[in-house]
């Protein structure tokens, strides 16, 4: 047998390229040798590799000595018919100004108000995921069953991490975080100079579990001892001055809980800008042992329990396994845990009766659909200004078929001004993303940047789309017909052409009309949320804490401010009372209802004077008096707590709780809001604790700042080494709904621009219906016809439009504004105003906007009119 390689033939595709391309003096010799050539390569290779370095091989060749000239009465080549309906598109442009200023202003707003807000999601998306093991990394959760209900907790007992890595194959490593009972904040001192930090206690492995770039130490060493602490680059330089001579210097550190000298043994670089927990200081977990034994008891849950799994792990069946876990090893069978991927618990951290049921990705949604309507009634504008603008130009389609334009020459200009015009309003748009971007990360509290890289190439994308899908009706549409039909007028009405415009036009305004019912809905609630009547006074109290870990009385301090003219009362209690984050089950009962230790209660401690401070309303009995000598035995409960126990005469009932304690209520509060409106009133236990670390202060209006001034010099003379950070209550409350505030803020803007969008588009096809109408209008105006009449038979039609439009999205505006409405316990009610308000408001804008238009045609001389073509 031969060894010859069969005869195969070259790539079609590369030789037609070469005759199209080069010189007929050189063709036939080039072909030669490149066939030649193309053997070669078959018998070293494979086919298709052969293939691909011949198409290389080829490629070189095309070069300006080589190539033959295009002129005379040969036809265009691809570049010089490129050339050719560049210019023209130019001239076209510079021809209809108006709509080519339309286009590029509809369509370049609408692209840089979708960039800002997929930027924005991109960053949502990315928080949390910058760890190395963010696949492999999850988040020990526990569903905790109370009664009928089952609340979803993120902290766990301090023993879990290492007794899943002892007794689960799955588990690679473990480790525990604690911030501090809840408390991260604390103040570090170096040489008499004090800095306020965020801190976590975890375990030694900390540093190579989760990916904060330690910048000098060990990993594995740094926090490895009980008297060692890593601290961020940043605070090293503002303690220090410097991030090399940090190690080895001595700080102390005091967060309430306890206060104690440590050794810096690291430096790691401060967590980035997408990571949802913002630390300065890491501790040994072991000091919260040292400060509190249930830190590292089965029945604490002081602990959040990262894990992470070997590859391949099937996370549904090991969280089968380590369901009823902690049963084995404490006394309740109450609670049952299982695992979320860590990076997806930013996004995904809302869980109602154990189930997981969304959280900021509410917002990613929202906000992913806002962009694409936005960018869907752009598109829209464009495409029907596209359409109408086409219209215009059958004379031109029919001249240059008739002189012998083919119609692919006609279709690939169509769709080449099309896209031009699609590629300038990009460029115009990334010039507003970065023109914009300070601003939007102010409103959106980011610190968003633009990176061509990741997003230019697929906006580009989008962009040519759009531009082929706005061109594609007169390209192919057009196209087709035969010059004489078009010469002679008998394509001049299009079938179905004003009825897509309609449609077109009705999808636009019906999204609009979304966007506006929205905007209405989500500022009625932000300012009830602000509004509505809590139960107590947050006006004029300032709040500040004090961080030291010396549990003494308060009452010296609060007679010094008592001092100070512009202090009108004083309080304090455990906890953060806007958090509502102290609650207490094992509650017993004799009066009412059977003993029930299961129920959840809110039980804040307050100190004396809460009451009052407050403004909280008493129904029955009295709040907590030194005249009566109240200590951990007294108790108040709300109006809620009263119904639930099912108690007819609450003063002196007796509460258990726990095996020996037992409270007496001495009075009851008219129920207030105890946390944010996201959050029912729920019943309410309110116990008695002299000595909490959250202070309230009631100022006599007029003088605050001095007042604040002087509440300073107080403190920093009662609690030296401590910092005063006083905020407003009202303004604490406020930034419960920093998330909503957000919402609003950004649904305001990018609803305004998909109105202007939408006005910008029915501007412009008023303008081509008025101009299609000029004739008539002329004769209807001879014919005696008013002004009054010619503008409103030019606007019935967009009336009519709009009125669809209306009707149509109403509903769906409901639906949406009703879903999102349920993510709060209370909120506004949807009532018939609010969606008359979005109709009107579209109509008049549809009016005002197409009456620009029909005034300047219904005022046109009708001489000047029958004499348009």
């Known amino acids: 047998m031969s060894d010859q390689i069969p005869h195969i033939d070259p790539p079609k595709w590369s030789t037609r390229l070469l005759r199209h391309f080069l010189r007929g003096q050189y063709l036939e010799e080039i072909q030669g040798d490149l066939e030649e050539v193309y053997h070669d390569l078959l018998n070293q290779y494979s086919k298709s590799k052969a293939s691909r370095l011949y198409h290389l091989e080829v490629l070189k060749l095309i070069r300006p000595s080589l190539m033959r000239k295009f002129s005379g009465s040969q036809k265009l080549n691809l570049f010089g018919m490129f050339k050719h309906n560049l210019l023209i598109s130019f001239r076209g442009f510079k021809r209809y100004k108006t709509t080519f200023l339309i286009n590029l202003l509809g369509l370049s707003t609408g692209l840089a108000a979708a960039l800002l807000i997929f930027l924005w999601v991109d960053d949502e998306k990315s928080v949390d995921t910058f760890h190395e093991k963010d696949d492999q990394l999850y988040w020990v959760m526990s569903n905790f069953s109370i009664n009928d209900d089952v609340n979803t907790w993120d902290y766990t007992s301090g023993k879990l991490a290492q007794a899943l890595l002892n007794d689960f194959p799955e588990v690679e490593d473990a480790v525990?975080?604690?911030?501090?009972?809840?408390?991260?904040?604390?103040?570090?001192?170096?040489?008499?100079?004090?800095?306020?930090?965020?801190?976590?206690?975890?375990?030694?492995?900390?540093?190579?579990?989760?990916?904060?770039?330690?910048?000098?130490?060990?990993?594995?060493?740094?926090i490895a001892d009980k008297g060692s602490v890593a601290i961020s680059d940043e605070y090293a330089q503002s303690i220090f001055g410097t991030i090399e001579n940090a190690v080895g210097k001595t700080i102390s550190w005091d967060n309430r809980i306890f206060s104690k000298e440590f050794i810096v043994s690291g430096v790691f670089k401060a967590p980035p800008k997408n990571a949802s927990k913002r630390f300065n200081i890491v501790l040994n977990y072991e000091n919260l042992i040292e400060a509190d034994r249930w830190a590292d008891h089965w029945n604490g849950g002081y602990a959040q329990t990262y894990v992470v799994l070997k590859p391949d792990t099937d996370i549904d069946s090991f969280n089968e396994?380590?369901?009823?876990?902690?049963?084995?090893?404490?006394?309740?069978?109450?609670?049952?845990?299982?695992?979320?991927?860590?990076?997806?618990?930013?996004?995904?951290?809302?869980?109602?009766?154990?189930?997981?049921?969304?959280?900021?990705?509410?917002?990613?949604?929202?906000?992913?659909?806002?962009?694409?309507?936005?960018?869907?009634?752009?598109?829209?504008?464009?495409?029907?200004?596209?359409?109408?603008?086409?219209?215009?130009?059958?004379?031109?389609?029919?001249?240059?078929?008739?002189?012998?334009?083919?119609?692919?020459?006609?279709?690939?200009?169509?769709?080449?001004?099309?896209?031009?015009?699609?590629?300038?309003?990009?460029?115009?748009?990334?010039?507003?993303?970065?023109?914009?971007?300070?601003?939007?990360?102010?409103?959106?509290?980011?610190?968003?940047?633009?990176?061509?890289?990741?997003?230019?190439?697929?906006?580009?994308?989008?962009?040519?789309?759009?531009?082929?899908?706005?061109?594609?009706?007169?390209?192919?549409?057009?196209?087709?017909?035969?010059?004489?039909?078009?010469?002679?007028?008998?394509?001049?009405?299009?079938?179905?052409?004003?009825?897509?415009?309609?449609?077109?036009?009705?999808?636009?305004?019906?999204?609009?009309v979304i966007f506006i019912i929205g905007v209405i809905v989500i500022n009625k609630q932000i300012d009830f949320t602000q509004k509505k009547l809590l139960g107590y006074d947050r006006e004029a109290i300032i709040t500040f804490r004090e961080g030291g870990s010396d549990y003494t009385s308060p009452q010296p301090f609060f007679n010094e401010l008592m001092k100070i003219p512009g202090v009108l009362n004083t309080a304090n209690m455990s906890g953060d009372f806007l958090a509502a984050d102290d609650n207490n089950s094992g509650f017993s009962w004799l009066e009412g209802t059977e003993d029930d230790d299961n129920h959840l209660f809110d039980s804040p401690k307050v100190g004396y004077n809460f009451i009052e401070t407050l403004g909280l309303e008493m129904v029955e009995g009295r709040s907590f008096s030194r005249d009566f000598n109240d200590g951990v035995s007294s108790i108040i409960l709300n109006e809620a707590a009263v119904e639930y126990m099912e108690l007819e005469n609450p003063i002196g009932t007796k509460i258990g709780w726990g095996d020996d304690s037992e409270m007496e209520v001495i009075g009851v509060v008219k129920d207030f809001q105890y946390g944010s409106l996201h959050k029912k009133i729920e019943p309410l236990i309110i116990q008695f604790r002299e000595r909490g670390k959250q202070y309230f202060v009631k100022l006599r209006p007029g003088s605050e700042t001095e007042t604040i001034a002087q509440i300073e010099k107080v403190f920093e003379d009662i609690f030296p080494g401590q910092i005063f950070n006083p905020s407003l209550l009202a303004d604490d409350y406020k930034s419960l709904y920093d998330s909503e505030n957000k919402v609003a803020d950004l649904s305001n803007y990018m609803a305004g621009i998909a109105i202007i969008i939408s006005c910008l588009g029915l501007f412009g096809?008023?303008?081509?219906?008025?101009?299609?109408?000029?004739?008539?209008?002329?004769?209807?105006?001879?014919?005696?016809?008013?002004?009054?009449?010619?503008?409103?038979?030019?606007?019935?039609?967009?009336?009519?439009?709009?009125?669809?439009?209306?009707?149509?999205?109403?509903?769906?505006?409901?639906?949406?504004?009703?879903?999102?409405?349920?993510?709060?316990?209370?909120?506004?009610?949807?009532?018939?105003?609010?969606?008359?308000?979005?109709?009107?408001?579209?109509?008049?804008?549809?009016?005002?906007?197409?009456?620009?238009?029909?005034?300047?045609?219904?005022?046109?001389?009708?001489?000047?009119?029958?004499?348009?073509?």
Request: charged share 15%; with cysteine.
């Open 176 to 222: 525990r975080v604690g911030n501090g009972f809840f408390r991260p904040r604390g103040t570090i001192a170096f040489d008499e100079n004090y800095f306020q930090a965020n801190g976590l206690f975890a375990s030694p492995n900390f540093f190579t579990v989760m990916t904060y770039e330690m910048l000098i130490g060990h990993p594995e060493k740094v």
């Open 321 to 512: 396994k380590i369901a009823d876990y902690l049963t084995i090893n404490t006394d309740s069978d109450r609670f049952q845990l299982f695992v979320q991927q860590y990076s997806k618990n930013y996004l995904y951290g809302k869980y109602e009766s154990g189930i997981q049921t969304g959280g900021r990705i509410d917002n990613v949604r929202l906000f992913t659909f806002i962009a694409v309507f936005i960018l869907v009634i752009a598109c829209i504008n464009f495409m029907n200004l596209s359409t109408a603008q086409a219209s215009k130009k059958l004379k031109e389609v029919g001249v240059k078929k008739a002189i012998g334009a083919n119609r692919s020459a006609l279709i690939f200009q169509f769709l080449s001004e099309s896209i031009l015009l699609s590629v300038i309003s990009f460029v115009v748009a990334i010039v507003l993303v970065v023109l914009i971007l300070p601003q939007f990360n102010t409103i959106s509290g980011k610190e968003l940047k633009l990176s061509l890289q990741d997003y230019i190439l697929p906006t580009l994308s989008l962009v040519l789309l759009t531009g082929f899908v706005a061109g594609s009706y007169p390209a192919f549409y057009l196209s087709r017909f035969k010059p004489v039909a078009v010469l002679k007028g008998r394509v001049s009405n299009l079938r179905g052409e004003e009825w897509i415009r309609k449609g077109l036009v009705i999808i636009q305004f019906g999204l609009s």
């Open 765 to 869: 096809l008023a303008a081509f219906t008025a101009e299609r109408k000029t004739k008539e209008i002329g004769i209807r105006k001879i014919l005696g016809a008013s002004q009054l009449i010619i503008f409103q038979l030019l606007t019935n039609v967009f009336t009519k439009t709009v009125a669809i439009a209306i009707l149509i999205s109403v509903p769906v505006g409901y639906y949406v504004a009703n879903s999102w409405l349920q993510n709060f316990a209370y909120s506004i009610e949807l009532s018939w105003w609010i969606f008359a308000l979005a109709a009107i408001s579209a109509l008049l804008l549809a009016w005002m906007t197409v009456g620009i238009q029909t005034l300047k045609a219904a005022r046109q001389n009708p001489v000047e009119s029958l004499r348009a073509e």
